[in-house]
């Protein structure tokens, strides 16, 4: 494991930043983070600063899948977690632009790759066949939350070359990726949106979409920020958690995509979850939800994290077709 700096990284490579060339919000962004990330400093929306309690809960979850081996229900979790489900949802708002009635989004959410060998392959086929205007991506490539990142950009290059879309992918980093990971996502061919937004157009239609930094980890006001676009056009952000979702509903955002939740992966029968990986937001932990004139969408998540088990959940990948006008009765 990353052994923690005790004092702030030594000067960025001269290139970086050029004699007379202004610094960039990703530069900032860039050199910011990667402090963060090298101090294991933790900044939460909530609660402050704190170093990572990442190795307690391994531990804890290492212990329950000891538990699950000695009564025999290891393999069954694993072959739970192993299967992957497309879920299809319409989506409807009075104030889509006419253009973007029927535009389809293809929803993945932590994929958790180095969890789960052969998922990569798996979505792949679960979408063999089909054509998406958009894929998005909220986070979680990979379990780890330090060390090479080279499997992980791996098995998301396979994804990236076998899902057929027409405007591309956008992708966001969730709590157990770092900054590591925006280069080569970007030469893949994913837009990351570094608590950035883009505007796709349709005549004179937009679509507008923003991405912000996770809530957990190394979480800056300029995630907020991000969400302030919103005001300007018809909006749907791209965020790790649901924890997010009062700001994005008071900034005017229409449709808040995310992950993070897994749904509570291990859960009581009923769907009830152990453990619910929010701090805020506790109702908006699985599937379609509103809040404030906002619609939401929490993915059950791809993968698994922890240990790759699941109880009373799948993993899921979703299809979400936007729809202008009133939802029918
Ligand atoms: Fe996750």
Known sequence: MMKPLRKPPGALPRQAFPEGAPISPRQMWAANRFWMETQNLVTKRYGGKRKQHWEVLLVMMKTFELGLKVIGQYERGVRNAERLEVRELDLYF????????????????????DGLPGLDDRIVAAVSGR?????????????????????????????????????????????????????????????MLINEHVQLARGDAILQIIGTDDVHYYFTDQSLHALEHARNAFSIALVHSPELYDAAAACGVALYLCGHTHAGQVCLPGGRPLVRHVRTGGAFIRGHWRHDGMQGITGMGAGASGIPVRFNTSGEILVLTLRAGPAPE
């Open 131 to 191: 054509t998406f205007d958009l894929c998005v991506l909220t986070g979680d490539y990979r379990t780890e939350l330090h060390g090479p990142i080279a499997a992980t950009m791996d098995s998301l290059a396979r994804v990236v070359a076998g899902v057929q879309v027409r405007d591309g992918f956008l992708g966001t980093l969730g709590n157990h990726d770092d900054c590591h990971m925006v280069a080569p996502m970007e030469e893949m061919g994913i837009r």
């Open 94 to 113: 009075d104030a889509l632009p006419a253009a973007f009635d029927g535009y389809t989004l293809l929803h993945i959410t932590d994929p958790h790759f």
